[in-house]
């Protein structure tokens, strides 16, 4: 079962590496919520990494460590949350894979473990809200550009809108 969870976190991982790390640290590292489950900052208390600081430039290699640890537990958690399963050695309960002949399959366990890992994205990482808001202000961008280019002329100029004047510009 190891070799899964960490199959999944290699997985959420990749798709987390474009992240840089003092950006992360900058939105999600403050030393005011110590009191907060769940925080990097009080998790770096509970276990005791006093070498990780608010700057990650500072301290990039603990910053770092610390980063990953937070993360991968948040995943594992996650996983086990989508698959039903109580304790780290159980047998998952749901979307459990299936017991055909499928299992000796590498596609078959890397389309599985895919799937598993972007329904651990879409539950837990993506925010509906911010992904649907940024769709909608993309496509008004591209209304914008499209009634911009509907003014212009042939040569992409922009006409005069004074009544008479025939003049164009850029």
């Known amino acids: 079962m190891s070799v899964f969870i960490s199959t999944i976190i290699s997985q959420i991982c990749i798709c987390l590496h474009s992240f840089h790390l003092q950006l992360i640290y900058e939105r999600f590292y403050s030393t005011v919520s110590a009191n907060d489950k769940c925080t990097l900052f009080a998790d770096r208390n509970s276990i005791n990494r006093r070498n990780v600081k608010a700057d990650a430039h500072h301290a990039y ?7 990953l640890l937070a993360v991968k537990a948040r995943i594992v958690a996650s996983a086990m949350k989508i698959l039903g399963m109580v304790e780290i050695d159980g047998v998952p309960t749901v979307h459990c894979y299936p017991r055909d002949d499928s299992r000796y399959d590498k596609m078959a366990k890397s389309i599985y473990l895919r799937n598993i ?16 808001s940024i769709i909608d202000q993309a496509l008004e961008d591209h ?3 499209q009634a911009c280019q509907a003014q212009k002329t042939p040569d992409g100029r922009f006409p005069c809108r004074f009544r008479g004047c025939d003049r164009t510009f850029r």
Not at 61 to 67: E, G, H, L, V
Not at 117 to 132: H, M, P
């Open 61 to 67: 290699a603990p910053n770092k460590q610390m980063f």
């Open 117 to 132: 890992a972007s329904l651990i994205v879409d539950q837990f990482i993506v925010d509906e809200k911010a992904y649907n």
């Open 143 to 145: 209304d914008t550009q």
